[in-house]
């Protein structure tokens, strides 16, 4: 680890030039005494390293030194797939490996890229959690990743949604795919390919047996006819809105892409008002419910009657709650 870091910091003053000692200790995690350590280890191995004092200064290498070091180990270059993604590269443990790789990629670099190539990094930042929530906590997830790479297969204890809730599985790891802050498994079992939700992993075994993936499956590809299917399965009905305008500007907001598609090319003018009548998809009477309550006053419900029926009902539930009745 010792040697790893210092050439880090060698990399560092390589790529940014000037740096304090406080710098290259937040940048590479260490503290402001194990950065002064690491540089005076430079120097006593002939490194040209030498300090500029006062306000400004900082340790620098002499003009016109570069070295030579900076082949990428297997690690760093699985991390470059993630360089964009820090939060996804923690996830997988890659964190250090994506710092070091970007530091020997901006190292090996001419001056005139190098600028650039931190002019672009400075200007892009990727978040890919979503908004109103935590990202989950998946922490077997790297257990998987290990697995995925090496094609050993894994005895998992499953939580899922229908009963039986806890199942066993033995899984051959396909893939790994991360959406809106939720990490995803796909993975072939007896019964064949599916999707894990690895959140939802409660226990979790490397096991000794290998496995050869698939030459033909793409991960892409199978990612985006899941998708399809998912939502194929997803909205089972469809129910009949009428929607005020402030309803409609906030329809994006409170409800999922597919539904405000469905209004935008469903929707026609009820006579006599501003509202629109429209008709969307919905996964069952009381999924229905929730959403088209976050609108209010600015949604009615037309059809079905279950789902009217049920918004009623609701409604009046809150007006005992509050004592309005």
Excluded at 109 to 116: I, K, S, V
Excluded at 166 to 178: C, F, T
Excluded at 200 to 228: C, M, N, S
Excluded at 303 to 321: D, G, H, K, Q
Aim: net charge positive; with cysteine.
């Amino acid at each position: 680890m010792s040697a790893s870091r210092l050439l880090s910091v060698l990399l560092l003053l390589q790529s940014r030039g000037r740096l304090s000692a406080r710098a290259i200790a937040d940048e590479l995690g260490v503290s402001v005494r194990t950065a002064y350590r690491d540089l005076a280890r430079l120097q006593a191995a002939g490194v040209p390293v030498y300090a500029e004092p006062g306000p400004g200064g900082g340790y620098q290498l002499l003009d016109g030194y570069r070295t030579r070091l900076t082949g990428l180990s297997e690690g760093e270059a699985r991390a470059l797939l993630f360089a964009g993604l820090p939060g996804a590269a923690a996830d997988l443990g890659l964190a250090a490996e994506v710092t070091a790789a970007r530091l020997k990629l901006l190292a090996a670099l001419p001056t005139g890229l190098r600028e650039e190539a931190a002019r672009t990094a400075a200007v892009f930042h990727v978040d890919a959690p979503g908004w109103y929530r935590e990202p989950e906590r998946a922490p077997h997830l790297t257990l998987f990743v290990d697995a995925v790479l090496t094609g050993h297969t894994v005895d998992v204890r499953y939580r899922r949604w229908r009963v039986p809730q806890e199942v066993q599985r033995r899984l051959r790891p396909y893939g790994l795919v991360l959406k809106s802050g939720v990490w995803y498994l796909v993975a072939a079992s007896a019964s064949g390919i599916a999707t894990y939700r690895v959140a939802q992993v409660i226990h979790a075994t490397v096991g000794d047996e290998r496995f050869d993936r698939p030459q033909d499956f793409d991960l892409g590809a199978h990612w985006d006819a899941y998708l399809k299917d998912f939502q194929a399965r997803r909205y089972t009905g469809e129910a009949t809105i009428r929607l005020s305008p402030r309803g409609r500007r906030r329809l994006p907001d409170n409800v999922a892409p597919e539904v405000v598609r469905a209004v935008d090319s469903t929707a026609v003018a009820v006579p006599g008002t501003e509202w629109v009548e429209a008709v969307i998809p919905i996964e069952g009477v009381e999924h229905a419910c929730g959403e088209l309550l976050r609108l209010g006053g600015d949604v009615e419900v037309v059809a079905p009657i279950e789902l009217r029926r049920a918004m009623a009902a609701t409604v009046r539930m809150l007006a005992r709650t509050y004592d309005l009745l």
